[in-house]
């Protein structure tokens, strides 16, 4: 289902939409941090890219969350909590645009990017 087309900064038309899709039945599997965190630990170090631009990522397990190596060999690290908040709002409106999850991360396009991959690997 692609993502829906909301304007600009609507907190009641979003609230409003993500309650009518929370009502409905889901047709993708809901996704956890704990099950991206499992899935990135057996796979070890995996090379992808961003959705978007494509842009390529390593990224590996570590306590208490994920690390990213980016293209320019820089390091992010995403918390177990904000990659829950990623997944509870994936699996509100399956929507993979990243700045729908600016107020969670600003490592929204490699979370989304694993998120994908978890989903179909």
Known sequence: MP??????NPPLARRAYRIDRYLTPHTMPLITAEA???????????AMETRARGRLFTVHAIPGGLAFT???????FESLAALQGVCDEFNLDNCDVQSDYRDITWNASYVLAVIDRCLNP
């Open 3 to 8: 993502c829906p087309l909301i304007p600009p």
């Open 36 to 46: 991206i965190f499992r899935f990135v630990s057996e796979n070890g170090h995996i």
């Open 70 to 76: 980016i293209q320019n060999g820089n390091h992010r």
